[in-house]
Every structure is written in C-alpha cells, then in structure tokens.
C-alpha cells in the first residue's frame, strides 16, 4: 500500500489506525462535516431517468409476522436507483388478486406487486407474490417461498430479485451479502445481507482485519490480519468459521484478490523488497511475481473476464490505477484526472472503473473505461474502500457523515444513495459479495 510513513513490519501506516486508505496517506484532516443523510433516507439527482413506478401491496397476513417483507421488498428496489413507489394505500391485493388495471394507471404506477404471508403448523411461513404489468395488463408471475421466520429477509430479497430481473432485465442483488470491517474496542469482521441487515461477526481480533475480499462462490472470505504483528494473509469459510493460512512470508503480506475463476488469488507482498504484486494459488504454495517496478505496486483486482490485474502505482511519481495482463506484461496507466487515485473495483460487465481520488477531500469516482471520462459521484471527503455489486449498478463505499462512519451504497451514476445500518465502530473496508444462485 502506499503511504509516506513507513512502520516496522513493512506497512505503511498513520496513527489513526490501518485501512487500505490509511496504509496510503494520513486520515483526512478535520474540515467541513459533509452532508448528514439520516439512514434509510434517498438522494435523487434531478434528470435521473428510467425510475420504474411500482406500487407494492402491503402482503395479507404480514402484521402477523415478525418482518414486513413488502416493506423490504419496496426498500429494495428504491436502493436500485431504478424503482419509484407509487402509494397502494386503500387497496387489498394479493397473490390470487385480479386487479383493476385502469385504477392503478390512474394512480400512476406502471407496475404493481400484491402477495400474502400464511404460517404454518410447523411455525413456517409460505410467502407467496404475483407481478403485474399495469400498462400491458399482463400477469408477469410469481412465486412462493415456504420459509423459517429467520428467513423472512431472505425471501422479501428474492422477491425484489424476481422483479428487479422481470423489470428491469438484468439480475437482482438483494439477496447478496456484503463484508466489511468495524473498529470500537476490538475488530470485527461482518458479513450481512446486501441492506446491511442481519449482520454476523465472522471474526473478531484485538488486531486491524483489513481488505476483505469474496471468493467467486460466496463461500469464502480472503482477509489480511495483523494477529501475528505483521500483515498476514488468511481465507475465511463463511458457513463454518474455519480459517487457513495463504501467505505469510517475509515482510507485509497484503491487498489480496480472487481471480474469476477461483483458482489463484493476485496479492501485495514485500519479500523481495519493495511491495510488488504477485500471484498465489489460492491452496496456497510459491507466489509468481507479475511486475518488477522500482516503485510501489499495490492493491490488485481482477477484471471480472480475467484478462487483466487492475492495480495501483507510483511508479509515474503519483499515486495512479495501471492494468496489465493476468500473468503479467507492459502495465498501461488508466487513470489520468487528478494526482492521487487508489483503491480500484471493476464492475462485472468490464464497463466501468470505480476508485478514490483526492481531490479536496477522498471521493468516490467513476471512470468509463470505454472513453476515459471520469466524475466524481459524491459530495463526502473521506470516501473508500469502493465496490461494486456483481451486477455493475450499484457500488457499496464508507464515508463519514456528519462526524460519523457510514455505510453507504450509490448507483454508479451518483443518483441514488442510501446509508446501510452498520454495527458499532468505526466502520471500513465493505466488500459486495457475488451473486450465487
């Protein structure tokens, strides 16, 4: 990582403690408090297009159930930057419901959802939905879950993935999971569903947990951690706990990165000197070096088609996001607005790159790779840790808002932000899941 104070295990860190921004450069200095956004509150940029207008039925049955899943379900799809809702006050509607598609056309909506919530015997719930489209008048479907109450979010996600798909035309990630890292009295790694809901420590160490990262599958969690005094990096099960060792050798040991497929993993190591990036199969074994630079190479992420190993260098004099290919080659730089940008996230569909830049604060910028244009997309100052949801719309960052560390997702345009519960702490390093089906 870069940073321009250099600690005794080879890591450059500040004082206020270690996140991949803080190895680069110094926190922000204190300034003007960004704009607070209560959680649960939506920022539209005007001119926005293409927000569908959805009206979604309170479900029959759900004042018995412990989690309003239409509720969930409408919160889903607002956090899309796609859906709008229309008010269905006044209407019952469910599943088995054949609407009057002239009074909802009246209301506005282009879209309608109506279901129901029934327990079982067994103290299970079989939740069940229907899709319409109001302008066609065609019944677009639906489906049934039968379902534990701890279970309930689940289901609501797969009902916004179900109409997300049919709507919009591309796969929903409701029913994802995030990662991320807090700070309070220890650490904790988090892994939660993609609303920052239902959250669970994967680990908790009296040492800095930093660069999560999601295999391909979902079903682990490489992470770099400091338990032994040094950066070292371990894979994580998700659904058993267990951990192994990948790489511990000498020096700093860091930044790592799934390739698509699984099967090797790109990471920052120091062993030869200055930090330089290299590849490791991901059971472990002999790394291979990709680039020899005098500088410092850094902070490395597959493109999602696997042909290239986006990362950061100073090896221009500044700080910069360089790509070459997946088993080395020329590095070719990438980014050229500004002096400073770290930290990049590849969207899945190979058209966009997200990363920080200091530009009179940290913010959160997104570059078409196409043509090279880049904007930043938010108004904080100590934006990081950028990530893209596996369908390419949607990004999770941190920030802080008014004074505090938030959890924040953003469209990849800008125009739609949502701040996520997040648990106690300082709050760092998210990392969105992949979609698994």
Excluded at 230 to 243: E, F, L, M, T
Excluded at 260 to 277: E, F, H, K, N, W
Aim: glycine share 10%.
């Amino acid at each position: 990582m870069f940073g321009w104070r250099q600690s005794p295990t080879g890591v450059r860190t500040s004082a206020a403690g270690t996140t991949r921004r803080t190895a680069i450069t110094a926190l922000v200095a204190a300034g003007a408090a960004p704009q607070l956004l209560a959680q649960g509150v939506y920022i539209r940029i005007p001119g926005r297009e293409r927000q569908y207008p959805i009206a979604v039925a309170p479900f029959r049955g759900q004042e018995q159930a412990p989690q309003p899943v239409s509720t969930i379900v409408l919160a889903d799809l607002e956090r899309s930057g796609f859906f709008r809702s229309v008010d269905p006050s006044g209407f019952a509607l469910d599943e088995l419901a054949r609407p009057d598609m002239n009074i909802w056309r009246d209301r506005g909506a282009s879209w309608l959802v109506g279901g129901s919530m029934t327990r079982q015997g067994d103290g299970r719930f079989d939740v069940r939905f229907r899709l319409w489209d109001v302008a066609r008048s065609q019944d677009l479907g639906g489906q049934s879950y039968v379902v534990a109450a701890a279970d309930l979010r689940l289901a609501a996600h797969r009902i916004a993935d179900f109409i997300y798909e049919r709507i919009v035309g591309q796969p929903g990630i409701f029913s994802t999971r995030i990662a991320y890292v807090t700070k309070a009295a220890r650490y904790n790694l988090w892994v939660a569903d993609a609303d920052g809901e239902n959250a669970q420590a994967a680990l908790t160490s009296p040492e800095p947990i930093i660069s999560p990262a999601w295999s391909p599958n979902g079903q682990q969690l490489a992470y770099v951690s400091f338990e032994s005094r040094k950066p070292v990096i371990y894979i994580h099960d998700v659904a058993s706990g267990q951990r192994r060792l990948l790489a511990n050798f000498r020096g700093s040991n860091s930044a790592p990165a799934w390739s698509p497929d699984g099967s090797r993993l790109a990471v920052t190591l120091t062993r030869d000197g200055g930090s330089q990036i290299y590849t490791i199969a991901a059971s472990g074994g002999e790394p291979t070096r990709l680039l020899r630079s005098s500088g410092i190479d850094t902070e490395p992420v597959y493109s999602s088609d696997g042909q290239y190993i986006y990362f950061v260098s100073d090896r221009g004099g500044s700080p910069q996001i360089y790509r070459t290919g997946a088993t080395g080659g020329a590095a070719q730089r990438i980014t050229f607005n500004g002096s400073y940008n770290i930290s990049p996230s590849v969207s899945a569909d190979g058209a966009l790159l997200a990363y920080i830049s200091r530009d009179g604060g940290y913010k959160l910028c997104v570059q078409d790779l196409a043509s090279g244009t880049a904007s930043a997309i938010t108004d904080t100052t100590a934006d990081e840790s950028p990530s893209f949801a596996p369908n390419s719309q949607l990004l999770i960052y941190a920030t802080r808002q008014g004074g505090s560390n938030a959890l924040m997702t953003t469209t990849a345009d800008g125009a739609v932000k949502m701040r996520l519960p997040a648990q106690p702490g300082e709050v760092r390093e998210p990392a969105w899941g992949p979609l698994v089906r």
